[in-house]
């Protein structure tokens, strides 16, 4: 499976990135390390999670 991130996901990620980085380097690397490594769980396991109805995402 391959993840693929909505414009606004990666945005949003980006961003994320941005504002650690200025605060606290080594806390950015290891949130985009988590990310990055959870994205590998979710590729290499698409059905882990379970399904739910909720929708947090309106784009």
Same mark, same amino acid.
């Given at each position: 499976?391959? *993840? ?19 605060? #606290? !380097?080594?806390?950015?690397?290891? *949130? ?8 590998? *769980?979710?590729?290499?396991? !698409? ?11 309106? #784009?």
């Amino acid at each position: 499976m391959k *993840v693929r991130y909505t414009r606004r996901a990666f945005n949003d990620r980006e961003a994320i990135y941005d504002f650690l980085e200025e605060r #606290s !380097p080594n806390g950015a690397t290891n *949130v985009q390390r988590a990310i990055l490594n959870t994205i590998h *769980v979710l590729e290499t396991y !698409p059905r882990l999670g379970q399904r739910t109805e909720l929708r947090t995402c309106t #784009s």
